[in-house]
């Protein structure tokens, strides 16, 4: 009888024993396929890590690059429109020396009706001072019969006709004023579309 206890005893040990140890080597592979697979994990965050700080650095100098191409072309038209401002200076200022010689010896003045007929024309209907139309009572020109003068921009009123000569100093103005505003949406067009605007 105590054989077979011994039996059973040592079946039992030998069954733990073999339990133990396909339990310890059946923990090592799993525990070296969790390792591996950890691994793999810690390469592929590795690798997107990577990825990301290239594309980040690839997103912070396209972006850097736009903007100096902006300011670059911002750069270029200030100074094409600098440029432009100076050239319609230069033309107001010769129109208005040879406005006195256009002139001179032309007597003819104009009514107001004509007045208010060619304000409404160019889109300046009320007549009021710093709108850009011409005054109905004429500008601070050459008096009537005064040759050798010119009517200033935006100067008083100090007679009762208009005379060609603040006809002529009134589109002189309303030219420049035009020729301004064009060359400013032709930089604006050429800002927005990063290419060549109304010239």
């Not at 200076?89 to 256009?102: E, S, W, Y």
């Not at 007929?117 to 710093?130: I, K, Q, R």
Request: proline fraction near 3%.
């Amino acid at each position: 009888m105590s054989k077979w206890i011994f039996c059973l005893v040592l079946s039992g040990l030998v069954a733990s024993a073999g339990w133990a140890m396909g339990y310890r080597a059946g923990y090592g592979r799993a525990d070296a396929a969790r390792q591996v697979e950890v691994a793999g994990l810690k390469v592929q965050l590795e690798t997107w890590k990577a990825a990301q700080a290239q594309a980040w650095a690839e997103a912070e100098r396209t972006a850097r690059e736009k903007l100096e191409a902006a300011q670059a072309r911002v750069n270029t038209l200030v100074v094409k429109l600098d440029q432009t401002k100076k050239e319609n200076a230069a033309k107001v200022r010769d129109i208005t020396r040879r406005i006195p010689h256009a002139t001179a010896g032309n007597t003819c003045t104009f009514s107001p009706e004509f007045v208010r007929l060619y304000n409404e024309a160019v889109g300046c209907t009320t007549g009021g001072a710093g709108d850009g139309a011409v005054p109905q009572a004429g500008g601070a020109g050459g008096a009537a019969g005064t040759p050798g003068t010119a009517p200033a921009s935006g100067a008083a009123v100090r007679r009762d006709a208009v005379t060609p000569a603040d006809i002529l100093a009134h589109i002189r103005d309303y030219g420049a004023r035009s020729q301004a505003m064009e060359a400013q949406l032709g930089a604006l067009i050429d800002l927005v579309g990063g290419g060549e605007g109304a010239k």
